[in-house]
C-alpha cells in the first residue's frame, strides 16, 4: 500500500504533468518535496506521539492516509495535488514505523528476522508488481484510477488492522529529550553509519540506472522494463537472504556481505564493458545492498529494548530516515562522477562507500560480541 502510494508518481509524472498542462520539471518537485517531508516528520511526529496508545494512533495514521490518497485520486488542480501528497508524506513514515514496531510485538522471537524481512520486502514488492500495474491502470483509464486503487487497497489493509492488532501492551515514554537519548549509543551510531554508507553504495549506481542499462550496457526501452523487474526480484531475494543473515549473530556475518559488495562495485566498472556481465554484476549489487537492512533494524530495537525503552519508537524509525541521508549522498556522488567522468566509474566510486561499511561493520561486530554469548 505505501510502496506503491510513494513509487507509483515516477512512472506516470508524464501522465500527471499533461493532465494539469503543467512541465515535467515541475511536477517533477512533487517526489521531491514527498521525501523531504517524509524524511522531515517521521521523527518529529513518532517523538512527539510516543505517549500515545500505539494501535489507535497506528489506525488514526490509516485513517489520514485513505483520505490524503484520496484527495490526490481526485485532485482537480495542481495545488489541490501537492496539498494532497504533502499530506500523505506526513503520515506514511509514522505508518512504517508503527507496522515493525507491531511486527515486532507479534512475532515469537525466534521468527522475527524472517518477519521483519518479509514486512521490508513490501517496497520492493510495491516496485516489482505494483508500479507496473498502477502505471498499466493509468494508460488504461487515468492516472486518477491508480490512486483510487491505493484507496481501494487502504480499506482492506484498515479492516485486518482492526481484526489483527493487538491491544497495546504498556510501554515506557519519555519526553523528546529522553527519547533522543538513544542517539548517543555507539551501537546505534555506528548502525546508523553503516545504513547511511549502504545507502550511498546504492545510490551511487542506481540513480542513473535506466542510462546505465540502455546507454552503457545497449539495451533497448522494452527490454528495460524487463531488467528493470529482475533487478526488483532479486531485492526481494535479497531481502529473504537479509532475514536468514539476521538469525544467529547477523552482526558477525555482515563484514562478509561488504566485503563481497566492495568486489561487486570495483568489478563493476569492467563488467559495464558487455552488456551481459554488466547486467549480471547490477543483479549481485541490488541483492547484496539490501541485505544488511534486517539486522540492523533488529539492533535498533534490540538496544532500544534493552538500554532505551522509551525510545523503542525511534529506533524503529532509524533506517527510514538515515536512508534518505545516504540516497542523497550516493545521488550526489553520481551526478557528481558523471559531469568529470562517466558512468564506467560509478562503481569505483561506491565501493569507496562500502569500505566504510566494512570498516564501521568490524568495529560493530565487535562492540556485539558480547551480546551473543
Not at 553503516?194 to 527490454?223: D, E, K
Not at 532475514?243 to 563488467?271: D, E, Q, R
Not at 568529470?340 to 562492540?367: C, D, E, P, T
Request: hydrophobic fraction near 55%; charged fraction near 10%; include cysteine.
Amino acid at each position: 500500500m505505501l510502496g506503491c502510494n510513494e513509487f507509483m508518481v515516477v512512472g506516470i509524472l508524464s501522465d500527471i504533468a499533461k493532465s494539469y498542462h503543467a512541465s515535467l520539471s515541475s511536477i517533477g518537485i512533487l517526489v521531491t518535496a514527498f521525501a523531504l517531508v517524509y524524511a522531515i516528520s517521521m521523527p518529529i511526529l513518532t517523538t512527539l506521539t510516543s505517549h500515545w496508545n500505539r494501535r489507535t494512533l497506528l489506525l488514526l495514521l490509516m485513517g489520514i492516509f485513505f483520505a490524503s490518497n484520496t484527495l490526490t485520486a481526485l485532485a482537480p488542480s495542481l495545488g489541490w495535488l501537492f496539498a494532497a501528497r504533502i499530506m500523505t508524506a506526513l503520515v506514511a513514515g509514522t505508518i512504517i514505523t508503527m507496522i515493525n514496531l507491531f511486527a515486532s510485538i507479534v512475532t515469537p522471537f525466534d521468527k522475527r528476522p524472517m518477519v521483519m524481512a518479509w514486512v521490508g520486502a513490501g517496497f520492493s514488492i510495491a516496485s516489482v508488481v505494483g508500479v507496473p500495474i498502477g502505471s498499466a491502470i493509468a494508460a488504461w483509464l487515468s492516472w486518477h484510477a491508480s490512486f483510487w486503487m491505493v484507496s481501494g487497497l487502504t480499506v482492506i489493509v484498515f479492516g485486518l488492522l482492526v481484526w489483527l492488532i493487538p491491544s497495546e501492551k504498556p510501554e515506557a515514554t519519555g519526553s523528546v529529550i529522553e527519547q533522543l537519548q538513544l542517539l548517543k549509543d555507539h551501537k546505534v551510531l555506528m548502525g546508523i553509519g553503516i545504513t547511511i554508507a549502504v545507502m550511498g553504495v546504492q545510490y551511487t549506481f542506481y540513480t542513473y540506472i535506466r542510462t546505465i542499462i540502455t546507454s552503457v550496457l545497449g539495451y533497448n526501452i522494452s527490454t528495460l522494463n524487463w531488467l528493470l523487474f529482475m533487478l526488483g526480484v532479486m531485492s526481494i531475494i535479497g531481502n529473504q537472504i537479509a532475514g536468514m543473515i539476521a538469525k544467529n549473530n547477523g552482526f558477525k556475518k555482515l563484514p562478509i556481505v561488504f566485503s563481497l559488495l566492495i568486489i561487486a562495485c570495483l568489478s563493476l566498472g569492467v563488467a559495464l564493458q558487455n552488456k551481459y556481465t554488466g547486467i549480471l554484476v547490477l543483479a549481485i549489487l541490488c541483492t547484496l545492498t539490501i541485505i544488511y537492512g534486517t539486522t540492523i533494524q533488529l539492533g535498533f530495537m534490540d538496544e532500544a529494548a534493552k538500554n532505551y525503552p522509551q525510545s523503542l519508537a525511534l529506533a524503529t524509525s532509524l533506517i527510514s530516515i538515515f536512508s534518505n541521508v545516504g540516497i542523497s549522498l550516493g545521488s550526489f556522488s553520481a551526478s557528481t562522477t558523471v559531469r568529470f567522468f562517466n558512468l564506467n566509474y560509478v562503481g569505483y566510486v561506491s565501493a569507496i562507500y562500502a569500505v566504510i561499511a566494512l570498516l564501521i561493520s568490524l568495529k560493530l561486530r565487535k562492540a556485539t560480541r558480547n551480546d551473543f554469548k
